[in-house]
């Protein structure tokens, strides 16, 4: 939530930073600011509301010299979006602006207690208060009032500062928000994802919790806590910076969904040696899988879909007993997690705030915890016992679709090892799986070949007021997948159920005016979610049917069928996705949404 950035070097940098701020805009979009010294002494604070594209036309025409400067992009947490709540913050005196990703929990003490010394308040925001105590500390040196700024505060933030008097400089800290920085020689960036510094350095620095920086041109110092200099941990970026645009497709959710049948592809690939499933990472002792005797999934949102089709697959192949659970409520309850437990926590972004407080509760428990996650060096791969990365690349999108084909490719590869290495199935069955799991990609492609049905079933859910999804089995998930996107993009209201369940109270819901999506692929329940449809459609609501490619049943009964490629059932969710994801977007796109920017959301959720 919020995008942060900061340049300093020998460039000008306010097209630098609203460069970087474009980059991060997939965390937020209600404001963006910039605060860059004036060079009389002062600081110039520029900021819009909405988007990043508002600032840029507002900067372009203004004389604003400066090579260093920070750069804010909101997602609203303390006070509505609006100029006065922009980022950057200033302090009383005009010297000192500040840009925040996080919540400061202890702000309205801090503000009261400001505010009787005398410093005045102009926004609604918890940032502002951090501009205030850094005021009230300073005495010269910004990096020794960040030291004793940050000690009063509570709760996460990724902090970046410039001061007046040194205009040449940027003082960083953070605390459970992530903070990347890195220089290439000459100029030196902070942002909130590596995203909006590759274009300077692939070499980078992830500070850890508690670390401050002080960036110069070409120079980045890291301190800890007390002031001492740290040798920084660089980390290598290999992600290709072609993700990060369009590449004439009209939006990136497009072009991500296009990218599904390489990013599945490089998901798999290596993972079969010698007959053998193959998951390094893991680091697990036949020892240590032999004590498995349950296996716990956190996420949220997409990431906990996927793990509702791990459970499926991991308990079909592995045969081990497996619960998935969105982390927000796992995080709060007392899961039954013991350390013969693995713990499976799943998250794009790496940085929820929900998964991360689930990975420490489970590792509290002396759980192992294995990260699968799209992004490297983010923090859930600093707080778990092991990493497995999908090869997602980039995703722009707020709505998550390649990571989410991504992650059920990996959680596959998990099954497919467990059941393995448990000797539940024999190297026989794992490589013809892992075979079908490789052809999955060539099937996608096939499914991105042809859309027509899929613009045609968007005109039968465009006008509706609601929608229903059912499926059962995996593809009970694939809908529940189907649905969220849906939601998300198009602002229409969906809900998915279990095809069984629909006649225990969901029917009720259903006239003419609800359309259905159904899937009916082949699988060994077909018959019985067929006889669901005929239910739906006895009460007059229309149907929309994802089914396999040569079922005449389904075309006979449905008033639209979207075929897919026959696939074995456990890799149906991979392939029926795919129809979903286009189906949202073309609804959301004929109802006039942006489908990168849905209202409300942000791509990474590091607040509770
Ligand atoms: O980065 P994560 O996978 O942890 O994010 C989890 C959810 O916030 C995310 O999947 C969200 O539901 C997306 N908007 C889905 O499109």
Known sequence: ????????????????????????????????GIAVPDGAGGLEVVCRVGKVQALAEAVEGMELPASCGIGHTRWATHGKPSETNAHPHKDCSGKVAVVHNGIIENYAALRDELRAQGHEFVS?????????????????DLAAAMRKTVAQLQGAYGIAAIHADH????????????????????????ASDMVAVMDYTRDVVFLE??????????????????????????????????????????????????????VVRDTVSGHLKDNKIVLEDLNLSQEDIEAIDQVYIIGCGTSYHAGLVARELIEAW????????VASEFRYRNPIVTPSTLVIALSQSGETADTLAAVRLA???????????????????????????????????????????????????????????????????????????????????????DTSAIEEAAELLKDCHSAMYVGRGINATTCYEGALKLKEISYLHAEAYAAGELKHGPIALLDPSVPVVAV????????QTLSNVQEILARGAKVIAIATEGDEDVREIADCVIYIPPVRDCFSAITASVPLQLLARSVALKRGCDVDHPRNLAKSVTVE
């Open 520 to 527: 009916v692929t082949e699988s060994p329940t077909r018959m």
């Open 318 to 325: 592995a045969r081990i007993p497996t619960r998935v659970e």
């Open 209 to 262: 919790d508690g670390q401050l920086a002080v960036l110069t041109p070409g120079s980045v110092e890291v301190q800890d806590a007390a002031g001492r200099a740290v040798e920084p941990q660089l980390t290598h970026i290999d992600w290709d910076t072609e993700a990060a645009e369009r590449a004439g497709y009209p939006d990136f959710m497009l072009k991500e969904i296009h990218e599904q049948p390489r």
């Open 124 to 140: 609604e925001t918890d940032t502002e208060t951090v501009a205030h105590l850094l005021e009230r500390y300073y005495e010269g």
């Open 363 to 449: 590792r509290s428990k002396g759980a192992k915890v294995f990260a699968v996650t799209n992004v490297m060096g983010s923090r859930i791969t600093r707080e778990s016992d092991g990493t497995l990365y999908v090869k997602a690349n980039m995703e722009i999108s707020v709505a998550a679709t390649k990571s989410f084909l991504a992650q059920i490719a990996c959680v596959t590869l998990i099954a497919l090892f467990l059941a393995q290495r448990k000797g539940r199935l024999n190297s026989r069955q794992v490589v013809s799986l892992f075979h079908e799991l490789r052809a999955t990609p060539a099937q996608i492609e096939y499914i991105l070949s």
């Open 1 to 32: 939530m919020c995008g942060i950035v900061g340049y300093v070097g020998n460039n000008q940098a306010k097209g630098i930073l609203v460069g970087g701020l474009r980059q991060l805009e997939y965390r937020g979009y209600d404001s963006a």
């Open 167 to 190: 205009p040449q400089q940027i003082v960083v800290s953070r605390k459970d928000s992530p903070i990347v920085v890195g220089t290439d020689g000459s100029s030196s960036l902070v």
